[in-house]
Structure formats: structure tokens, C-alpha cells
């Protein structure tokens, strides 16, 4: 079993839709969790971040962390074609990262 | 504001060739870690540099080199290169004293895309 499991997609939904990025992880350890974007060629970049069980919202996106299933969630609301990306979940534990192996997300106009 | 350069952003090496990978940090950013993103995959921590030393490792063999100079920038190289080595060199900064507050927070580059033949 990986430490971090996302499922790869593509997960292909309409302009407009609301969009639900899944991980699963195993190590109860982890002290914070963060969401990337990767456009393709590109490097990632940071979307959010949480220490916590809970929501956090920032604009469209909302992290959210249930460290009890040991489950993270991002919800992007109103997608856009822009969003069109791949997403990596990335729980951490000091200086060390876990990366999901990212879900591609299209989103068709 | 510069963020995070990388280069060459491709290359092409053949087997058992070395190939050196060159990254500048995000201004103010003192500390360079470097991962290794293979097609479909999460980023593999591969080394980070402080303070021009190695302060951590990932599981990478030996071949695997790096070096941080005083103005941060920082190199990696690749030795007896296999055709595994194949992937996307990605180049982090962040800084040293985030970490210590909380979640390593990193600002990547666009990548260095080895293909060996």
C-alpha cells in the first residue's frame, strides 16, 4: 500500500461544475497537508495548505481534512477551463513531503 | 520578482553519460531541494541544500550529487546515467526558517525534462 493514494483520472467535467480531488493516506503522523497544481510542462504550484481536521477556504478551492478516516479533500467550486491541471496532494511531516501521484482534471467549456 | 529558474529546461544524454542540472531560487530563499517527477507520477524527494550542505536525502543511490553555492543557487549531478534516469528534474526553494514554524512550504521551477537514450 502507497502512502498516499489519489486516484489518477482524468476526471473530465463541465465548465461551471463543482469538483471533488480525492487522497487517501496511511501515516497518522502527518502534521500538515497541502494541495499543488501542475499545469502541464510546468512545475507545481502551491494552492493551500492546512494543519487541521476541517475546512479551509481560499477563494474557489477548499481543502478539507479528516484525519480520523485519514482522508483529504479539494473542492474547486464554479470550475473554470483554467482549472484544467493536474492536482497532487502532498501530507507532510517536517521538512518531508508524501506526493500523491496527482488526478488530471479536464474541464470542458 | 524571480521565481525559481531551472536549466537547461530539456536534454537529451545517452547511457552512461553524467549530466549536471542548474537551479536559482526564488529571491530570499535560502534553502534548494531537488525532485526527481517520472511521467504519471508524484515528485521523489531527491536531496535538499542548506547552508551549501546536504541536509537531507531521499533514497537515490550515489549517483545522485549535488552542491549549493553561497548565493544558494545549487546544481545537480548525474552519474552512469541509466535509462530510468529519464524523468523531470524539478528545483524547490523555500526558506530554512518557515520550516520551523510549520509545513515546509516550497515554490518550484518549471523542471529540466532528461531524456536518456
Known amino acids: 500500500q502507497k502512502e498516499v493514494e489519489q486516484d489518477p483520472g482524468p476526471l473530465s467535467v463541465p465548465e461551471g461544475a463543482i469538483v471533488s480531488l480525492n487522497c487517501t493516506y496511511s501515516n497518522s503522523a502527518f502534521q500538515y497537508f497541502m494541495w499543488y497544481r501542475q499545469y502541464s510542462r510546468k512545475g507545481p504550484e502551491l494552492l493551500m495548505y492546512t494543519y487541521s481536521s476541517g475546512n479551509k477556504e481560499d477563494g474557489r478551492f477548499t481543502a478539507q481534512v479528516d484525519k480520523s478516516s485519514k482522508y483529504i479533500s479539494l473542492f474547486i467550486r464554479d470550475s473554470q477551463p483554467s482549472d484544467s491541471a493536474t492536482y497532487l496532494c502532498?501530507?507532510?511531516?517536517?521538512?518531508?513531503?508524501?506526493w500523491g501521484a496527482g488526478t488530471k482534471l479536464i474541464i470542458k467549456p | 520578482d524571480a521565481g525559481v529558474t531551472q536549466s537547461p529546461t530539456h536534454l537529451i544524454k545517452t547511457r552512461g553519460q553524467q549530466v549536471t542540472l542548474r537551479c536559482s531560487p526564488k529571491?530570499?530563499?535560502?534553502?534548494v531541494s531537488w525532485y526527481q517527477q517520472a511521467l504519471g507520477q508524484g515528485p521523489q524527494f531527491i536531496f535538499q541544500y542548506y547552508e551549501e550542505e546536504e541536509r537531507q536525502r531521499g533514497n537515490f543511490p550515489d549517483r545522485f550529487s549535488g552542491h549549493q553555492f553561497p548565493n544558494y543557487s545549487s546544481e545537480l549531478n548525474v552519474n552512469a546515467l541509466l535509462l530510468g534516469d529519464s524523468a523531470l528534474y524539478l528545483c524547490?526553494?523555500?526558506?530554512?526558517?518557515?520550516?520551523?514554524?510549520?509545513?515546509?512550504?516550497?515554490?518550484f521551477g518549471a523542471g529540466s525534462r532528461l531524456t536518456v537514450l
Open positions: 524547490a526553494s523555500s526558506l530554512a526558517v518557515s520550516l520551523s514554524s510549520g509545513a515546509n512550504v516550497l515554490t
Open positions: 502532498a501530507p507532510g511531516l517536517g521538512y518531508q513531503l508524501i
Open positions: 529571491s530570499g530563499h535560502d534553502t
